[in-house]
């Protein structure tokens, strides 16, 4: 499964941003799909999943009702909607899909850069 991100950049305190990451390849099984972000100094933290089945979704406490996780399960796509940026939003953000094929396995993007000034 080849990862493949685009969006971020640098934005105003309160603006918005649209990141997108795409999966290619061997994508039969996929059944789950995540942004995770690491700010610096910090650990990898989850933003926001969402199961590819039902579409139910999970938030971090710090971004619910700014940002939206959605997907296109026939393009193997998802997207991340992030409103009424902070500074403390600044991190390099990664997406995740998880794929259930005999095995659990976990393909990552290389991570885009937020940058959100004050």
């Known amino acids: 499964v080849q990862v493949a991100e685009s969006g971020g950049g640098l934005v105003q305190a309160g603006g918005s941003v649209r990141l997108s990451c795409a999966a290619s390849g061997s994508t039969l099984g996929i059944n789950g799909m995540g942004w995770y972000r690491q700010a610096p100094g910090k650990e990898r933290e989850l933003v926001a999943g969402?199961?590819?089945?039902?579409?139910?979704?999970s938030y971090a406490d710090s971004v619910k009702g700014r940002f939206t996780i959605s997907r296109d399960n026939v393009k193997n796509t998802m997207f991340l909607q992030m409103n009424n940026l902070k500074p403390e939003d600044t991190a390099v953000y990664y997406c995740?899909?998880?794929?259930?094929?005999?095995?659990?396995?976990?393909?990552w993007g290389k991570g885009t850069l937020v940058t959100v000034s004050s």
């Open positions: 995740k899909f998880r794929r259930w094929y005999g095995l659990q396995t976990d393909y």
């Open positions: 969402i199961a590819v089945g039902d579409g139910s979704t």
